[in-house]
Structure formats: structure tokens, C-alpha cells
């Protein structure tokens, strides 16, 4: 299965890297069915018009548009110290179901850059290791102040557990609906950063009973999203 | 925090690594306070009575119990092809809760051997960074007809989705009970080992709409299994 962004607004070639893992790697020619997902839910057979291996192209045999689902699941999560386990995130959180991921930075976030084309690059492999056609949108890092002023859902959410917070997200989280959940870095959100989330609408939600990393946090919350949906 | 089976029994040393550990690498001294975990449920508050790095003796100044959970999650898995998958579930399992992990070999499964030192000291790891007190038993590597008789559960689930079978985890496992969940490899179960699981008493059941890969739909299995419980 190939990736390739545009189709439907008229895109018939595959990018550089795909052409070359199409033509080069598995050798494939001139006739021959590939199949094409573009991300934003477009299934594609495709036949291959021109074998270049640095821009294949292809015309269209089929198209299918995978169902949209009524809810939207938005994970804004404090980047992990070792980025492998914020890639490894994404790879799961795709595979389970995820519209959109945002990288924030807090008061206690040790990790206070990131490039994020390493983490598209694994939405990307997932997305083709499920045979599904959806990308998660994967927004650049963000100062916190920022990032919670301007966020749109109709649900906001930030994960934090204290003795005085018994609500629980797989408690309080409507089916169908549009919601983001925030989770912070290993040292927590600070209690100014927890004040002004309240300020901005945001409901203090715990994840459950265990103390979790960022990493495991922040997918818990997205298979908890799904579960409510199922 | 420091790991030391046997307390309740006797013990009153850590092991060579862990004496390694709290002497060498922390320059705990006689008269230090440490906490110890005993990976059954015990926390412990003692005092470093000796300090050498390659057997630290203790003595117990305190000791709690953690409360015992009314259901028992057992999640039998194929050993992923990669190692690093594997250690990953162990990891995320011990957080979110789990009490048994078996491993499995199936018809499909490209690795027919594994040695589970490794895994075990993933799991202690993520028990001691989670605040842990309880260690989940890992069972050698079995063969699938031999495990699937022998295994000991009220309630024996194995994962597969086909068209014919709309029963999920979710909307079937009732909470309080005694689960097992097996998961299947890369290539999936053969035809043949679903038809003796099924005569052996085990139901098929759905995870969800998605693909998962072996180590995410494990853990998707252990937080299904805790959400009906909370």
C-alpha cells in the first residue's frame, strides 16, 4: 500500500520516496495494480502509467471513501524526554484510532523543541500497517498558554490525578462528540498551568487508578475516547 | 525504590544488583532509610543494617499491604517477531494492570523460542516507576495446544475478528472476574487452532474495528479488561 496526499485534487504521481520504494524495491512496472490511500479517507487502485522510479505515475481504476466517524478524538500530549517513546505514541495511537495530535510544551517539559517529520513518518507506516486511509493531523509544538487558548473541541479535558479529581474520562467523556484531552510531561503540570487550564474550560479528568508515563497516559485516553464510541 | 521478593518470608537482604544499585550507585549508607516493594502486594520502610554493595541487609520498619483487586487479568500472547515489542507490552501492561502474561506459540508464530529474563526486568522496572507493589507472573513460553487446555480462568476469550463474530471484549467480559485473553501472532491463528479453542471452551471475541498489530491489541486486551473494573 502507497501513500500519496492530493489525489482527489488531481495528484497522479507518487512522491520521491514512494516512487522509489515502488519502482526500486519491490519492482514494480508499467500496468502493473498498486493500491494508494491519501490520508484524509480515500481508498485508490491505481495502475501504473510511467515506472520512474524517482516520480511514478498512475491512473485512477477505483475509489473508495472510508466512512466518517461522528467523533473526533484530539490527543495534545508534553513531548516525552526520549523521543522514542513519543514516536512509539504515535505509532499506537494511529493504529487505535486518532484524529489529531498536538505536541505541548509545559513549565516542567524537559524536552522544549522537536521537529515532528520523524512522527509523521510513523503515523504514516501505521496508517499503512492497519490498511487504514486516515492520517492524524500532527500540529507543530506549542507553548502551553498558547496552545489551551486556542484550542477548538467542545470537550476539553486536562489529565491530572489528585485526591479531590474522582472523575474519571471513561466516566464523564460523551459518545459523538469533538473532544481533546491534554497530557502533561513527567513532572506534571504545575499548579499555575492547572489553574489557568480551569480558567479556559478545561475539566480536570483522572485516567484511572495507576500512576502512568506521559506516553502510556496519553494513549490510554485515546483508547478510552474509542471505547465510548464502540 | 527497591525490589526484593521474599520479605514476608524472611528475607531481609537485597540481591546482588539491587545491594549494587542502592550502595554503589545511590551511596546509601548503615542507618539510610529505603522502600522496597516485594512484587505480592508489600511495601516496606527499612533501614540499611549493613551496607555492602553485594549483599545490603535491612531491617523492617514498616510494612503495608496493597488492597487486592477483586478480578485477575491474564493475557496470553504470541511472542512478537521483534523482541523490542514484546518488552514494550510488558512494560505498558505493568501500568496499566496486569497479573499473569503467558506466552504462546502458535502455528504462525515466526519466533518459537524466548528466553523471559529480559521481560521480567521490564516489568519490575515499570512496577517500581509506576509506584508499583505487585509484579505480574511470566510464564515460560508454551505451546498453543498445551496452554489453551491447561489454562486456569473463568472466563477464556481469544482474539479474532471476522465478519461472523460481532461479540467485543468490551461488551462481554464481566467485571469481578477471572480472565484470560489470547492474542495471536503476526500471521494470526490458523483455522485449526480457533476451531480447539473453541472446543476447549474458549470465545471469540473482537477487540474493535481497527487492525492491531500483536503488542497493541495485548495491551488494548489489559485496559479493556481494567476499564470494566473501574
Known sequence: MFYQPGIAQGVLHLDP???RHCIKVLRKG?????????????????EI?????????????GADQSTKRNYYVHIAIAPTKNMDRLEW????????????????????????????????????????????????????????????????????????????????????????????????PEGDFSKEELLSANEQGWTKVSLGPNRLRTETAGLVACHISNLVNS
Open 89 to 184: 505514541f504515535i505509532e499506537k495511537a494511529t493504529e487505535i484510532g486518532v484524529d489529531e495530535v498536538s505536541l505541548v510544551i509545559c513549565q516542567n517539559s524537559e524536552r522544549r523543541t522537536l521537529k515532528t517529520d520523524r512522527l509523521e513518518k510513523k503515523a504514516i507506516a501505521a496508517m499503512k500497517q492497519c490498511l487504514k486511509a486516515e492520517l492524524p493531523e500532527i500540529n507543530p509544538a506549542l507553548d502551553f498558554k498558547r496552545f489551551i487558548q486556542n484550542v477548538k473541541a467542545s470537550h476539553k479535558y486536562i489529565a491530572y490525578v489528585d485526591s479531590e479529581n474522582p472523575k474519571t474520562l471513561y466516566g464523564i467523556l460523551p459518545p459523538a462528540s469533538h473532544s481533546c484531552i491534554l497530557i502533561g
Open 30 to 46: 508499467v500496468g502493473e495494480k498498486i493500491h494508494i490511500v491519501d490520508g484524509t479517507g480515500g481508498f485508490y487502485q491505481a
Open 49 to 61: 502509467t510511467n515506472d520512474d522510479p524517482k516520480q511514478c505515475t498512475f491512473k485512477i481504476l
Open 17 to 19: 520516496s514512494e516512487s
